[in-house]
């Protein structure tokens, strides 16, 4: 950009807004935050640089935060910035770049249209609109680079500074940049402006510019261009009073100037005063109004509000303008120079006189409004009615500013002011004519919402509530229906006991009830909820009956997917998958974005259970690009990633785990993964020796997932606490991990994350025998461990013909294995078999552990060859996976046995040097046969035919005499007798 003039100071912060943009037009998104006090000049700076912006090709729009309810409004500054596109780029273009997202992006651009139907709630809804939103800035963008300017972030409502975080993580590789001002000393150290901020400076695309006052030179440069001549002596007086803020100096001045060499003030307020006080009554009218108004006021509002007759009203406002109070904007509005003089004059009135100011401007903006007022001119009707003490008009117009944030999604502004309407609601007499509605019916209304923003214990709380004002005699159906919201919050608030009591009671209200869609709805919370504690059986009859009377289509079709995944952990695998995948059809033919995701996350999860794992994977990549392209990427999206990056843990390949969750969140928003994502990084991070990553990760979950009941979930947390604990040497600690998750799991029928926490256990226990820890002290808790394996394992096989999941089977073999060890019994042939099952499965970490167990038991009995074999092949695929901590266990036996690990050195002595006329190509599948592959992972590993393969199988038993693949492999490994 060319260099700037006419601009006292502030070279440093234009030439780091100028880097920023020039990075930005590259393609590199940025976000500048510029931070003072009030009155330094972040304003000011804005101007000069929008200025300088306006000789480039640039698509340049600002808007601002307003004081009115201090962040009330829900998306303000995001509207007017939004305004301002439009009116240079038209509304036809905003329309064509929203393209099917016109309703819901209507919340955030005036322009749009909303279609009036109804929407969906909730954070997944929130999710998309953000989601949309960005998708069109990259649009705008994509025609000419554009420059969003903020200001008075400080003001801001809680769902602009969400959206500002979201834009700042997620853009990418769009010209954009995002420029905002705040003030440094109005953020309170608990208030989500600060935490925002705070995020927002840590993230890697964002700059932090903060303006300090001026020094005397400057500050005398800028006097003199501002005031005119002004000598040196006034410049250090002025800069003594001042300090060097820049509207304190000017106040100042004009102070001094208006009476030379007189006193100056003392205090703020007289000083900002001055002016004011010296304006004429119909003047200070129209100051008042705008101080109360809290935002630029058009002159028909103001003749509205103020009362005055025309020639009277322009007398004021001509006179307020020349003495510098009020300022015209360019859309031909009034408002204060400054808010700290707007702040000043209001703080000085009586609380009589404020009141009369916001009923006069209540009344004003009422005139106008009608009854299709936007969302905004709801909450400054709330606003002022409020704060004009008229509880009537001020309930009307609370509780639709309260459903209308609602309805954007602008969750914390509807939370506030819900819970002024509950207040308002006990002061005024016959609300629920005023607001046509129940008190019941309001308290459960605002308990969604408070669910929405994040806090499900008091939803819980109001829901509560209201089932009590309904009482024991109420209507059957109303009380079913708050029940049956009482149970979705329950579950949300992590009191699963709670949740199913809720449940079960809303399916008992309803009996004898005639058919309705409750039921049905009741019915899919109780089975899902069911589900989620583990109780499976009960789960499938009361999703079976709730099946019975839904009629809606999503209401069937979530039903399905509950059922298909029920029948799927009750061993019924394939009837199971078969209704996920009817579920699956029935959400695609309604169109419900839910529902298809959700069908997708059970699918891919059952099919890694029954270790299809290629499909898993490509289902769930298949439902994490529909999540991104319904705009919920960032919320179910994040589920179908979990499920994908487990997947690739069971595959081994780690290094695309990271891979795939930066496609989701940014690396300095890795805090804020869910849960279940969380621990996946904590397994790789133990397995690699990252311990310390790991426990910070684990202690996040385990802080976050308190009272969370979730089978599987359960499971994997717990085992994986465990693994840390092993790899850490603190074999008590894991001991307690694996008994606390036990515990957890409850009476809960989820048999695989019992017998996966029990193979933990049982690691454990081997590992601190095996460290010369009492044998006699682990043996009592290793057998219990082993038959609860036994009785899981028992559970999982019963519905299946005697064969449980493939995971669930080779888990079995390494409780025998490891229940051996721990009993000192010969435990060769168990860890070979071990080694063997992962490697048909293609598991490569558990193989390669279980080829270290092999090894320590050729290492007893000196099989120095075999041995060899097994530490090369355990030592190849940890290093592919990066496994240090498992390398390091390698080199150690290694060591000991004196053989060495490097990929060039020749095997020992008696090895399977011996010439059995093997082609090369044959002494390659001999190798992999060895290492359990079957004849379809051989061909994939050698890129040929199935049929080839096995025609070389077939010659090689026969040239090493072997009745078969067993066989061959032990001879491969020199253990033939």
Not at 31 to 58: M, N, P, Q, S, Y
Request: net charge negative; glycine share 10%; charged share 25%.
């Amino acid at each position: 950009m060319a260099a700037w003039k006419g601009f006292v100071g502030r070279a440093a912060e234009l030439a780091a807004l100028a880097e920023a943009l020039d990075d930005a037009a590259r393609g590199d998104p940025r976000t500048v935050l510029i931070a003072g006090e009030a009155g330094v000049g972040k304003t000011r700076l804005l101007d000069e640089f929008e200025t300088r912006c306006a000789g480039h090709d640039l698509l340049v729009a600002r808007g601002a935060c307003v004081s009115v309810g201090a962040g009330e409004l829900p998306y303000s500054p995001w509207l007017a910035a939004m305004h301002a596109v439009e009116a240079e780029v038209g509304a036809a273009a905003l329309v064509e770049g929203a393209g099917g997202g016109q309703a819901a992006l209507s919340a955030l651009i005036p322009a749009l249209t909303d279609s009036g139907h109804p929407r969906e709630g909730g954070q997944l809804a929130r999710a998309h609109l953000f989601s949309l939103f960005l998708e069109m800035l990259g649009r705008l963008a994509g025609q000419r680079p554009l420059v969003l300017l903020l200001e008075d972030l400080h003001w801001a409502d809680t769902s602009s500074l969400d959206l500002l975080l979201f834009l700042s993580r997620n853009l990418r590789h769009v010209p954009v940049l995002l420029a905002g001002t705040f003030r440094t000393d109005e953020l309170d150290e608990d208030s989500r402006h600060r935490v925002v901020i705070g995020e927002l400076i840590r993230g890697r695309g964002t700059g932090y510019l903060e303006l300090n006052r001026f020094d005397r030179t400057e500050l005398g440069v800028f006097l003199r261009a501002s005031g005119g001549a002004v000598s040196d002596r006034v410049i250090t007086k002025v800069h003594e009073r001042s300090g060097g803020n820049a509207f304190l100096a000017q106040e100042i001045l004009a102070a001094e100037q208006r009476n030379p060499g007189g006193p100056v003030p003392d205090h703020l307020r007289d000083l900002l005063m001055m002016r004011v006080e010296g304006l004429s009554e119909e003047g200070q009218q129209v100051v008042g109004v705008v101080a109360a108004a809290g935002r630029p006021v058009s002159g028909a509002l103001l003749e509205a509000a103020s009362g005055l007759p025309g020639p009277a009203l322009r007398s004021g406002l001509r006179d307020a303008v020349a003495r510098q109070v009020l300022v015209r904007t360019t859309e031909e509005r009034f408002q204060l120079r400054h808010s700290l003089t707007a702040e000043t004059f209001y703080q000085d009135l009586l609380p009589g006189e404020r009141a009369g100011l916001h009923r006069a401007v209540a009344a004003a903006l009422s005139a106008t409004a009608g009854p299709d007022a936007s969302p905004v001119v709801q909450a400054e009707l709330a606003h002022h009615w409020f704060h004009g003490r008229k509880d009537d008009d001020a309930l009307f117009w609370t509780l639709r500013a309260a459903r209308s944030a609602a309805v954007v999604h602008a969750y914390a502004e509807a939370r506030r002011q819900y819970g002024r309407v509950l207040e308002l609601w006990r002061r005024v007499p016959d609300a629920f004519k005023l607001c046509e509605t129940t008190y019941p019916r309001l308290l459960d209304e605002a308990a969604e919402v408070l669910d929405y923003a994040g806090d499900p214990q008091r939803a819980v709380e109001l829901t509560g509530e209201a089932i009590q004002v309904v009482g024991v005699d109420g209507d059957p159906q109303v009380l079913a229906a708050l029940h049956e919201h009482l149970a979705r919050l329950r579950w949300r608030a992590h009191d699963t006991p709670g949740a199913v009591d809720s449940a079960r009671k809303a399916i008992a209200l309803l009996d004898g009830v005639p058919q309705s869609p409750l039921q049905a709805r009741a019915g899919a919370t109780f089975a899902r909820v069911l589900m989620l504690s583990g109780h499976y059986r009960q789960a499938l009859a009361e999703g079976t009956a709730a099946l019975a009377v839904a009629t809606a289509p999503v209401e069937r079709g979530y039903l399905l997917v509950t059922l298909g995944t029920v029948r799927f952990l009750l061993g019924e695998r394939e009837a199971g998958v078969e209704q996920l995948w009817e579920g699956l059809a029935l959400a695609e033919s309604t169109d419900s974005k839910e529902n298809i995701l959700r069908a997708y996350t059970n699918l891919s999860y059952c099919l890694q259970m029954l270790n299809r794992l290629d499909e898993g994977l490509e289902l769930a990549r298949r439902g994490c690009d529909l999540a991104a392209g319904f705009g919920m990427r960032m919320t179910t999206g994040t589920v179908l990633v979990g499920n994908a990056a487990d997947i690739l843990l069971d595959l081994g390949r780690w290094d695309e785990i990271e891979k795939l969750i930066g496609e989701v969140l940014p690396d300095e928003a890795a805090d804020d993964l869910p849960l279940y994502l969380q621990y996946v990084r904590a397994e790789v991070f133990v397995a690699r020796d990252e311990r310390g990553a790991a426990r910070d990760i684990l202690d996040r979950v385990m802080s976050g997932s308190a009272g969370k009941t979730d089978q599987d979930f359960v499971g994997h947390v717990y085992a994986a606490l465990g693994a840390l604990e092993i790899a850490d040497g603190n074999w008590r600690a894991a001991r307690r991990a694996v008994d606390e998750g036990l515990a957890k799991l409850g009476d809960g029928e989820g048999v695989f994350p019992a017998l996966r926490l029990a193979v933990c256990g049982l690691q454990a226990a081997g590992e601190a025998v095996a460290k010369h820890a009492t044998r006699e002290r682990w043996q009592a808790w290793a057998s219990l461990l082993a038959e609860r394996a036994d009785a899981s394992l028992a559970a999982l096989r019963a519905p299946s013909g005697g064969r449980a999941l493939p995971v669930a089977e080779a888990l079995a073999r390494v409780a025998e294995a490891e229940l051996r060890r721990i009993r000192g019994e010969p435990q060769e042939e168990a860890w070979s078999e071990v080694a063997r099952t992962w490697a048909e499965l293609g598991h490569p970490y558990p193989e390669a552990q279980a080829r270290l167990r092999l090894a320590a038991c050729l290492l007893r009995r000196g099989a120095t060859a075999a041995l060899h074999r097994e530490l090369t092949t355990a030592a190849r695929l940890a290093a592919g996976l990066g496994a240090r901590r498992l390398i390091r266990e390698l080199d150690a036996m290694a060591a000991m046995a004196g053989v060495s690990l490097q990929p060039d050195a020749a095997p020992p002595a008696g090895d399977d040097g011996a010439d059995w006329g093997l082609t090369p190509r044959e002494t390659q599948v001999l190798d992999l046969i060895a290492l359990g592959y079957t004849n379809g992972r051989i061909a994939r590993s050698l890129d040929i035919a199935e049929k080839t393969v096995s025609v070389h199988v077939s010659n090689i038993l026969a040239k090493l005499g072997a009745a078969n693949r067993w066989e061959a492999a032990l001879i491969k490994r020199g253990q033939a007798s």
